[in-house]
Nanobody, 128 residues
């Protein structure tokens, strides 16, 4: 699976952005997908995940209510709608995928190293 993320940019605090991640491959629907981010000087952290079959969604507590993850299996694309952006959301955002089963999205949020495929990041910068 090859992934490509896009949609980042420079916005002001309070603004919204929608990130997209396009995936190659015919079995996109079998993969658990996730968004992760890495700010300068910090470790990569989970933001949100969405499961393969039922589309169950998972968020880190700080993003609940502001971010929404979704997927369109027909388009081999998944999304991250980010609202009410804050300066602390500034980071490079990465999309990732794994065909691994038996783990919840919460697990992958804590363990980005368990995701098997990664796209190149897209920069999100939120000015105050």
């Amino acid at each position: 699976v090859q992934l490509q993320a896009f949609g980042g940019g420079l916005v002001q605090a309070g603004d919204s952005l929608r990130l997209s991640c396009a995936a190659s491959g015919r079995t996109f629907g079998n993969y658990n997908m996730g968004w992760f981010r890495q700010a300068p000087g910090k470790e990569r952290e989970g933001v949100s995940c969405i499961s393969n079959s039922y589309g169950s969604t998972y968020y880190v507590d700080s993003e609940k209510g502001r971010f929404t993850i979704s997927r369109d299996n027909a388009k081999n694309t998944f999304y991250l709608q980010m609202n009410s952006l804050k300066p602390e959301d500034t980071a490079v955002y990465y999309c990732a995928a794994t065909p691994r089963t038996g783990y919840s999205g919460t697990f992958y949020l804590r363990r980005p190293d368990k995701m098997n495929y990664w796209g190149k990041g897209t920069q999100v910068t939120v000015s105050s």
